[in-house]
């Protein structure tokens, strides 16, 4: 798996970040559905974000959970930071049609495999880093 690093106070299109984690996660797996290639089983992660680092209180370390995770049977799992430092969770389910738009995304039109490993901002070390 290939990870790539991107401090979170750099503007990276929020949807192709979300679509970088699919093009990170891709291995060839035989599937009936032309397309992209992805893991298709529901323990398979296909598309992961999450975010890491930076000036934060120690609840919000323990109780981190990646900001997007897609599995291979299009379960869409979604975290976001309540006031109280922890995460809501929220599922959802894409469809064949919808996995394969977001993979056409991110391997065609954002060009993830042209992306360079790490994009560092010497003037911020306190900044997150987005891991893909």
Aim: glycine letters at 10%.
């Amino acid at each position: 798996m290939r990870g790539c690093q991107v401090p979170t106070g750099v503007t990276v299109l929020s949807l192709s970040a979300v679509a970088l984690l699919l093009g990170a996660c891709l291995r060839p797996v035989t599937t009936s559905t032309p397309g992209i290639a992805h893991p298709d089983h529901a323990d398979e992660i296909v598309l992961q974000l999450r975010t890491e680092g930076g000036f934060a209180p120690a609840v919000f370390l323990r109780t981190a959970a990646p900001d997007f995770t897609l599995y291979g049977d299009g379960t869409l799992i979604e975290a976001r930071t309540e006031a109280t430092g922890g995460p809501k969770l929220f599922r959802g389910k894409l469809t064949e049609a919808q996995i394969q738009e977001l993979l056409s995304y991110v391997v065609g039109e954002s060009r993830f495999f042209d992306s360079r490993e790490r994009y560092n901002n010497p003037n911020v070390a306190d900044a997150q880093t987005a891991i893909i």
